[in-house]
């Protein structure tokens, strides 16, 4: 294994330690508490944003070190998907990559969507869990057919168990790069993010700054929807400060830089930190819920026998 393998699998065996671990507190946190016939539909979609996130933690790691590996393994492999066959190399192949990030950020968009609708419009029909188990389904199909302009460049070969490209034109990489990569999985969420959030934190500041109106809350729920809110405010942080550097550096490499090796070694590193520093957003929502929630706080404590 080269500087570049070793460093890929170091990264994602790091991503692998601290996401899968805490993914599964959210869901043990949540699951325990309620069933989901009596979940929230704010918690319900925070489960679908930790499976998501599970998804990117898990596969990830298994695909790089497939990768890394595959060459000394099955000779001729070339680093390809060579084991995990035809079905996932011509249908699932990017699902660490895309389907799941993509998830990840519209579970963002939803969560926003879903607060923004209780808080500014209280005496409105709320979403229900059937609702919101319909909206999680379509985010889910949308991420998956949304990738699959990339899917299909890939073949595999039956006799060499190889998962190949075999499209590489300048529009595949244009989709993969600018339309996929820095528009459905960061730039559109990002809005969509940042508009519902300004929208309900100035009803909030609304409410606080004019005691004439009406309000049919009280103070425990008030409290409770601005907690809400306010963790939303952190993960929409957290996702701009990771998604937005990590996709531009990534457009970069696929565009710019198709070929690492031919540049200074420092650069290559930095551009491998930079493209795997993107999956911190999927890593450390659990820390996020434990500052701004006491409870999970609470029950974190007692996982961890702090």
């Not at 596969?59 to 790089?64: D, Q, T």
């Not at 968009?109 to 808080?119: D, G, N, P």
């Not at 459905?184 to 940042?194: M, W």
């Not at 198709?258 to 590193?269: C, F, H, S």
């Amino acid at each position: 294994m080269d500087l570049k393998n070793i460093l890929d699998v170091s990264l994602c065996i790091l991503i692998f330690i601290i996401g899968v671990p805490g993914n599964c507190l959210i869901f043990c946190f949540y699951l325990t508490r309620s069933s989901l016939s009596k979940m929230s539909t704010y918690h319900f979609f925070i489960l679908q944003l930790a499976l998501s996130d599970f998804i990117i933690c898990i596969g990830l790691p298994v695909v790089e070190v497939n990768d890394s590996f595959a060459e000394t393994i099955s000779p001729g492999s070339n680093g390809k998907y060579y084991f995990f066959g035809k079905f996932i190399c011509e249908h699932f192949v990017d699902t660490p990559y895309h389907i799941s990030p993509a998830v990840s950020a519209w579970m963002l968009v939803a969560l926003s969507f879903e607060r923004y609708w209780k808080i500014v419009n209280p005496f409105k029909r709320q979403m229900n869990k059937k609702v919101a188990a319909v909206i999680a389904a379509l985010v889910w199909c949308t991420a998956y057919c949304a990738m699959l302009p990339l899917s299909l460049r890939f073949k595999y070969d039956e006799d060499t168990q190889t998962c190949e490209n075999n499209r590489e034109d300048f529009f595949a990489e244009f989709y993969h790069s600018c339309v996929q990569s820095l528009c459905v999985e960061c730039i559109f969420p990002s809005l969509a993010i940042g508009f519902l959030y300004k929208k309900t934190k100035d009803h909030l500041m609304g409410q606080e700054n004019d005691p004439n109106t009406p309000d049919p809350l009280n103070e425990e729920t008030r409290k409770r929807r601005i907690k809400a809110v306010q963790t939303i405010k952190w993960l929409y942080c957290l996702f701009l400060a990771t998604m937005l550097p990590g996709r531009i550096v990534h457009v970069v490499r696929s565009v710019i830089l198709k070929n690492l090796t031919e540049y200074d070694l420092a650069l290559v590193v930095f551009i491998m930190v930079f493209e795997k520093y993107i999956y911190c957003n999927n890593t450390i929502n659990v820390f996020i819920y434990a500052w701004k929630n006491r409870d999970f706080r609470n029950v974190l404590k007692v996982k961890l026998r702090f």
